[in-house]
């Protein structure tokens, strides 16, 4: 290895505002593009209530999926803003989760320590963050229920602690599983998922299994439903089959037309799996376009932390100018990011609405679960720079697809690693 030789570099003639200004206001501050200071509008725009807050939580994905359905389900009935309970999925989540690392436990109990897989998975037992696939699987086994059936509670909405916690708790059981006998590994396993399951009460409250639901819709008419089960109230409120729904994929870094599993990020044993269609972005686009003239709102899956102004609400490609203000090309092409692991499939949104030009997006109305104090009201916009840069994943109707991507999902699929950037 040589030493840096310093005068083998060339210095340029350094720009004093543009020093002055990082050095004073920091890289982001000093390289952001100017915004809109208006409301935007959009050609195709799907009728919506207020947003709903995840707050200091990972649920994104519970949120947006439960958000697409509420939608459904109050047009339904004629009642805004109706909201389901996402405490009690995100209850059954960690449940799911917890059993799903203590069975990868057993199956690695004699591998060693320095595993790649295995130590990738010890250092993440159980989080909150999920995919689209996860919320279907707990749906189809447990139901849903109202809000006002299972409110949230302080650590629902601030689960670090109890991430830390619940982490703990599972690694504790991992040493067990791993010094135990083969035949008392089973044994183990169930003792811990008592406690998990002792531990998500005191944290999430328990879970109901009757409930009434009574609300008055928009004309001003009383309804009350009494002795309604989860699955009972989802079949009876929602409806919507769940096996319609394909989680469409765009990465540059992965075969296209080809189905993908992340079986390392299943939460329920047994139940709806992950899998995934990678196909190119424009494909994934234009169905998402069909799917909003349709009436239909789209859950997608994204990096929402890049090119973000969180007060305005602005996702906008290239918002921070660092490559110019800095005079040294910063980029890297999606597959690239994906290939040297900066990319990172962050949150979950969803698509409301969309302004086309000539039969093109130029930007898209984004319902995020942020509450109402950011954006407009709680809604963001995307132009179409920052969609194609950094969103990864929309879930379409069967219906809305073509036939070269219903051949597709025929492939075998390929499983990810526990470690792709999408987990």
Not at 88 to 115: C, E, P, S, V, W
Not at 143 to 166: C, H, I, Q, W
Not at 234 to 250: E, H, K
Request: glycine share 6%; hydrophobic share 40%.
């Amino acid at each position: 290895m040589k030493a840096i030789d310093l005068k083998h570099f060339n210095y340029p003639v350094l720009n004093s505002a543009k020093a002055r200004a990082i050095q004073n206001v920091g890289l982001y501050a000093a390289s952001h593009l100017p915004l809109e200071s208006v409301k935007p509008t959009y050609s195709v725009e799907l009728a919506t209530d207020g947003v709903t807050a995840q707050k200091h939580s990972g649920r994104c994905w519970l949120f947006a999926q439960l958000n697409v359905l509420r939608h459904v389900a109050g047009q339904r009935l004629k009642f805004k803003n109706l909201e389901f309970s996402e405490s009690y999925l995100a209850f059954y989540d960690r449940l799911g989760k917890a059993n799903h690392f203590l069975t990868q436990m057993i199956a690695m109990a004699d591998r060693l320590l320095d595993d790649r897989e295995l130590a990738f998975i010890l250092s993440r037992p159980d989080n909150d963050g999920g995919q689209f696939d996860n919320a279907v699987a707990l749906i189809q086994k447990y139901g849903l229920v109202p809000k006002a059936a299972m409110p949230e509670t302080y650590t629902s909405s601030n689960t670090a602690d109890f991430n830390r916690l619940l982490n703990r708790k599972l690694r504790q059981l991992a040493v067990k599983i791993r010094q135990a006998d083969a035949m008392q590994r089973e044994a183990v396993k169930q003792a811990g998922m008592a406690d998990v399951y002792r531990m998500l009460v005191y944290a999430y409250g328990a879970v109901p299994t009757t409930f009434d639901f009574t609300y008055r819709n928009d004309d001003g008419d009383f309804h009350r439903l009494t002795q309604l089960t989860p699955q009972s109230f989802y079949q009876q409120i929602v409806g919507v089959d769940l096996n319609q729904q394909v989680t469409l994929l765009a990465r540059e870094d992965l075969k296209t037309w080809q189905t993908y599993r992340l079986s390392a990020e299943d939460n329920i044993e047994g139940g709806h799996q992950i899998l995934l269609v990678n196909v190119p972005f424009d494909v994934m686009s234009r169905l998402a376009i069909t799917q909003l003239k349709a009436g239909q709102p789209v859950l997608f899956g994204n990096d929402v932390l890049q090119d973000l102004d969180r007060p305005t609400g602005t996702l906008k490609g290239e918002l921070y100018q660092l490559s110019d203000l800095l005079d040294c090309d910063c980029t890297l092409s999606q597959g690239e990011r994906f290939e040297t692991k900066i990319a990172n499939l962050s949150h979950a949104m969803t698509l409301v609405g969309v302004d086309l030009v000539d039969d093109q997006p130029r930007r898209w109305k984004v319902e995020n679960s942020w509450g109402s104090q950011v954006g407009h009201q709680g809604y963001f916009n995307a132009d179409a720079a920052w969609m194609q840069a950094y969103a990864y994943e929309m879930v379409i109707q069967r219906e809305f697809l073509p036939d070269q991507v219903q051949q597709a999902l025929n492939t075998t699929p390929i499983d990810l690693p526990a470690w792709d950037r999408l987990g």
